[in-house]
């Protein structure tokens, strides 16, 4: 069975930081792909950063420079850590997976709640 276990949502002011794990069962972590994706009230989700099983990060344009994506596979988790917080970026984070080799297989979890507000 395979399970995505998001942590470390929670309410941070404007200015802070979090960082939100993703911890991953049932897969071969090493060949998959994993991303952080966000989706605000009345918003469609989106892409927020991804990393390869190589290690190379990806991020929207809206979070570079502040958030820092990262992985370990030898516990089987991904990183999302997230500085200088803004309301904007009040949303459910997501973590995904997503295998690299045939057969595709894509997975998500259950989602993380970040609120950012005074």
């Known amino acids: 069975q395979v399970q995505l276990v998001e942590s470390g949502g929670g309410l941070v002011q404007p200015g802070g930081s979090l960082r939100l794990s993703c911890s991953a069962s049932g897969i071969i972590f090493s060949i998959y792909t994993m991303g952080w994706y966000r989706q605000a009230p009345d918003k469609q989700r989106e892409l927020v950063a991804t990393i390869t099983s190589g290690g190379t990060p990806g991020y929207a344009d809206s979070v570079k420079g502040r958030f820092t994506i990262s992985r370990d596979n030898a516990k089987n988790t991904v990183y999302l850590q997230m500085n200088s917080l803004r309301s904007e970026d009040t949303a459910v984070y997501y973590c995904?997976?997503?295998?690299?080799?045939?057969?595709?297989?894509?997975?998500w979890g259950q989602g993380t709640q970040v609120t950012v507000s005074s």
């Open positions: 995904k997976g997503s295998k690299e080799r045939l057969p595709i297989r894509v997975y």
